[in-house]
C-alpha cells in the first residue's frame, strides 16, 4: 500500500502490466521527467507510482525504478481486515469486474488519506472501462488522464459527467514505436502540468466566492445572461449548463459534491423531454441532489413549451402531425399541448413538494421560451396558461416553499431581475457550508454490498464489465447487474421468478403488491384490458411504440420498485431503434421485451415477413442493442433457434412462449396440450443454456393459464426458473373477480 511521507503526494499511473508493461514504464518516466522539469513553487514533491491492474495469470513483480503497486496489493484494498484476497478467476469479464471495483476502492481511499495528486492510465477498450470508473469518481479538479484507444468514439459511457481526459494514442497500445512515443510523451507531459498547475493554484489565495449554478438553452439565453451579469456584479460565481440532459446530471453532481453552493433552474426543458420522449431527456433524478443538498433555489420553466428531436426524419410517427419547427438539420422541436405541460407541472410538483428548504418558482406569464412569442412558431397563450395554472394549483406553498408569477416574457430583463431578487432574498436565509472536496460516491442506490461479500465461485454472483457494454450507462448496467443478483438469490433458495403485463397502472400497482419480479408493459396489455384479444396488438390499430410510451405516464408513477420493462415493437420501420431505446431508458424504464413479435405469425405471412426484411432477425438485433446499453433483456422465443439467436445476442431473460393464452372471454381456443408445453418448453431452456448457462428462462402463454399450470410445467421441467404471465395475470383475475362480485350482488335476498 502506499502512503503519504511528509510532505510528498504521489500521481498513479495505472495500467494492466501483464500485457502492457513497456508502455506503462515509458508513461512514468514522461510523467517523472516533466514534473522534475517543471517549476513546483510548492513545498511538496511528487512521487510516480505505477499500480497495476492486471487480470490475466501473468504476475508482475516491479516496473524498473519506479515504486510499484501489485494488483494483489490493489485487490487487497476492496477487503476488510483479515480476509485474502481471492485469486481472480478465468472468466476475463468477471475478472475485470472485480478488479474495476478493486481499483476504485484503492483510488478513493488514496484520496481521502490525502496522498494523491492525479491519475493517468492507459489501456484499450477493456482497459479504458476498467480504469475510467475509478477514475470519474475522483472530484473535479483532480487531474485524471487515460490515454486510450476510444478516445474519438462513443466515450459518454468512459466519462459521464466528470472532467476525465481522454487521450487518443492514435496507434493500439502495444509497444513502443515512433507514433506511440509521441502521443504518450505528450499526455505524460499534458498530465504533469496539470498536476503542477494545481499544486501552484491550490498554494495561491482562495477564491471563496458563493457559486450558482444556471440551466440554459438557446431559447433562454437572453434571460440567462441578464441574470448572470447581475450575480457576477453582486459578487457571486456562475456555472452555465447547457440543458441537454447530460448538462442537467452535470450541474446536480456538482452541487452533491459541494462545489455549487446555489441554483437558478430557468431551464427545465429536460422534463419535457422526459415525459413525452425526446432526445434530451432528464432522468427520474431531476432536482434530487439540489434538494437533498437544502442549497437555495430558483426555478423556472424555460424551453418547457418543446421536446427536442433529431433530424426531422427521427421524429417518432405518431408525433408527425404535430406542431415541428426546425432548428437546424440535426434538431427539431415540437410543441408541447397543454396535457403534456400539465404532466410537466406534476413532475415538478411532485418533487418540490418533498422540499424543506428555501425554493422559490418564478413563473413567466407571458412566454417561456423565444419561440412562446407573438409573431412565433410555439405562441400558444393557452398551453403556457396551463402550465403555470397547473404548477401554481399543485405546489404546496409555505414560508419555505413560494410561487410567484410575473406579467413578463421569460426573457424581458425584467423577469430576470425578479429572478435575481428571489435568489438574493432566499441567500439571505442560507446559512449552510459545503465542502468542494468532497468525495463524489458513484451510483450510492447501487452499491449497499461490500465488494467484500462478493462471491466469484458459481453461486450465482453475477459481474460486468464496461467493456462488454460498450453503449451502456454505468449506472443502468449497476441497476441491471442488482436486478439479476436478486433473481439469482431467488433462484438459489427455490423460489420461482414471477414476471407479469401490465396494461393499466391499477394492474402495476396490485402486480407489485403481490411480490411479482418484474412488471412489462406492451400495446397488448391495453388492448386485453380493453375486452379486446390479445393479437390486437399485432394488427394495425395502433402504434405500438408509441402505445408504450404514453403507458409509461399511467404505470411508472405507481410502481415504486419493482422493475418496469418496454415492450419493443423492433420491426417498426419508422423508428430509429438506438434512439428510441435511448428514449426508453431516460423515461424510467429498466429494460425491453419484444413485443408486438412476429414470432406469434407463422406460414406465408411469416415468411414474407421475414424475406421482406421485417423478421424476427430485427427483435434479435434490438435485444443485442439494449443488451449493450446494459438494460435488462427478457425476450420472447418461440422456438429452440430462436432462443438461440437471442442468447447469443445477450438475453438476460429468456421466455418461452406457447403461443395466445388460453381460458377466458377471449382467450385462444387452439393451443399445445400442457404436456406438449413442457416438452417445448424444456427445448428453448436447453438450446438457451447451450449459449449461456447462467441465463433465466421462464414459460409463458398457450395452455399455461394459472398457478396450477405453470407449477404442472416446471416441475417437470429442468433450468426453467418461473412464469411470466400476461393475460393470465391481470385479464383472467379481472374477469373471475367482477363477474364474481356481480353475481354475489345479484344474489342478495330482498324482502
Known amino acids: 500500500m502506499v502512503s503519504r511521507v511528509d510532505n510528498t503526494l504521489q500521481v498513479f499511473c495505472v495500467g494492466t502490466a501483464d500485457t502492457k508493461l513497456e508502455e506503462l514504464r515509458f508513461l512514468s518516466e514522461s510523467v517523472r521527467s516533466n514534473l522534475n522539469n517543471f517549476s513546483i513553487s510548492s513545498s511538496s514533491t511528487v512521487e510516480v507510482i505505477v499500480v497495476d491492474v492486471s487480470t490475466g495469470q501473468k504476475e508482475t513483480e ?53 496522498v494523491l495528486a492525479g491519475a493517468i492510465g492507459l489501456g484499450g477498450s477493456g482497459g479504458t472501462s476498467l480504469i475510467s470508473y475509478a477514475f470519474r469518481s475522483l472530484p473535479v479538479g483532480m487531474p ?28 493500439d497500445i502495444c509497444g513502443i514505436n515512433s507514433i506511440s512515443k509521441v502521443t504518450l510523451s505528450n499526455a505524460g507531459a499534458a498530465f504533469a502540468g496539470m498536476v503542477i498547475g494545481r499544486l501552484q493554484a491550490s498554494s495561491s489565495t482562495k477564491d471563496d466566492k458563493f ?7 438557446g431559447v433562454t439565453t437572453p434571460c ?28 446536480e453532481d456538482l452541487v452533491k459534491a459541494g462545489f455549487i453552493q446555489g441554483v437558478l433552474d ?16 432528464c432522468d ?43 432548428h437546424n438539420e440535426q434538431v427539431s422541436l415540437m410543441r408541447t399541448t397543454s396535457d403534456e405541460n400539465k404532466k410537466f407541472a406534476a413532475f415538478i410538483a411532485n418533487k418540490l413538494n418533498k422540499s424543506s428548504s428555501n425554493i422559490c418558482v418564478c413563473l413567466p406569464e407571458n412566454g417561456i421560451s423565444a419561440l412562446d412569442a407573438p409573431g412565433k412558431p410555439f405562441f400558444d397563450p393557452e398551453a403556457t396558461g396551463d402550465l403555470i395554472d397547473e404548477l401554481q394549483r399543485l405546489i404546496q406553498t409555505n414560508e419555505e416553499r413560494q410561487v410567484k408569477v410575473f406579467p413578463y416574457h421569460i426573457n424581458n430583463p425584467e423577469f430576470a431581475k425578479e429572478v435575481v431578487d428571489s435568489f438574493l432574498e432566499i441567500c439571505k436565509k442560507f446559512e449552510g457550508t459545503s465542502d468542494p472536496q468532497a468525495f463524489v460516491e458513484p451510483s450510492p442506490d447501487f452499491q449497499e454490498a461490500s465488494f467484500s461479500k462478493m462471491n466469484t465461485s458459481s453461486h450465482g454472483t453475477i459481474f460486468y464489465s464496461l467493456s462488454d457494454f460498450p453503449n451502456a450507462k454505468p449506472e443502468t448496467l449497476q441497476r441491471t447487474q442488482l436486478i439479476l443478483q436478486q433473481l439469482k438469490d431467488q433462484i438459489r433458495v427455490g423460489k420461482p421468478i414471477i414476471g407479469a403485463g401490465a396494461g393499466t397502472g391499477i394492474s402495476a400497482k396490485f402486480e407489485e403488491a403481490g411480490g411479482v419480479d418484474m412488471i412489462v408493459l406492451y400495446n397488448s396489455g391495453r388492448f386485453r384490458m380493453a375486452g379486446r384479444g390479445s393479437l390486437a396488438g399485432l394488427l394495425p390499430f395502433a402504434d405500438a411504440n408509441a402505445v408504450v410510451v404514453d403507458m409509461a405516464n399511467e404505470v411508472l408513477p405507481v410502481v415504486k420498485k419493482v422493475p418496469v420493462l418496454a415492450g419493443v415493437c423492433a420491426t417498426d420501420p419508422f423508428r430509429r431503434m438506438d434512439y428510441f431505446l435511448k428514449q426508453l431508458e431516460s423515461i424510467g424504464f429498466y429494460g425491453v421485451q419484444n413485443f408486438p413479435t412476429v414470432g406469434l405469425f407463422d406460414g406465408n405471412f411469416r415468411q414474407n415477413l421475414e424475406e421482406t426484411g421485417m423478421g424476427y432477425g430485427l427483435e434479435v438485433a434490438m435485444i443485442g442493442q439494449a443488451h449493450k446499453m446494459g438494460l435488462l433483456t427478457t425476450p420472447y422465443a418461440f422456438n429452440p433457434d430462436e432462443a438461440v439467436e437471442m442468447a447469443s445476442a445477450g438475453a438476460d431473460v429468456i421466455v ?46 398457450g395452455p399455461i393459464s394459472g398457478p396450477q399450470e405453470a407449477e404442472f410445467v416446471l416441475k417437470r421441467t429442468n433450468g ?6 400476461a393475460s393470465s395475470m391481470e385479464r383472467l383475475p379481472v374477469e373471475q373477480a367482477i363477474k364474481l362480485t356481480v353475481q354475489q350482488y345479484k344474489s342478495i335476498a330482498m324482502n
Open 62 to 114: 516491479n516496473c524498473g525504478d519506479f515504486k510499484f503497486v501489485s494488483r494483489n496489493d490493489v485487490l487487497s484494498c476492496s477487503f476488510v481486515s483479515g480476509e485474502q484476497s481471492p485469486n481472480l478467476p478465468d472468466d476475463r469479464g468477471v475478472a475485470i469486474s472485480i478488479m474495476s471495483k478493486a481499483i476504485e476502492h484503492f483510488i478513493q481511499k488514496a484520496h481521502r488519506d490525502g
Open 144 to 171: 485524471k488522464v487515460i490515454v486510450s484507444t476510444v478516445a474519438s468514439g462513443q466515450t459518454e459511457s468512459y466519462i459521464g459527467t466528470s472532467d476525465l481526459t481522454l487521450f487518443p494514442s492514435v496507434v
Open 211 to 217: 457559486t450558482v449554478g444556471i440551466t440554459m438553452f
Open 224 to 251: 440567462v445572461n441578464a441574470v448572470k451579469e447581475r450575480l457576477l456584479k453582486e459578487g457571486y460565481e456562475t456555472l452555465i449548463f447547457h440543458a441537454t440532459g447530460v448538462g442537467g446530471r452535470a450541474m
Open 266 to 281: 430557468i431551464t427545465t426543458t429536460e422534463v419535457a423531454d422526459h415525459i413525452v420522449g425526446g432526445v434530451m431527456a
Open 284 to 326: 427520474t433524478s431531476r432536482f434530487d441532489s439540489i434538494i437533498e443538498k437544502k442549497i437555495p433555489l430558483v426555478l423556472s420553466v424555460g424551453a418547457l413549451d418543446m421536446v427536442n428531436f433529431g433530424a426531422i426524419s427521427t421524429i417518432p410517427s405518431n408525433f408527425q402531425h404535430r406542431k415541428i419547427y426546425k
Open 656 to 701: 418461452a412462449h406457447m403461443g395466445l393464452t388460453t381460458s377466458g372471454s377471449i382467450g385462444a381456443k387452439t393451443s399445445l396440450s400442457i404436456e406438449e408445453s413442457v416438452v417445448h418448453v424444456q427445448a428453448i431452456a436447453d438450446a438457451a443454456h447451450r449459449i449461456n448457462p447462467d441465463a433465466i428462462v421462464l414459460c409463458h402463454g
Open 720 to 725: 426453467v426458473h418461473g412464469f411470466y404471465g
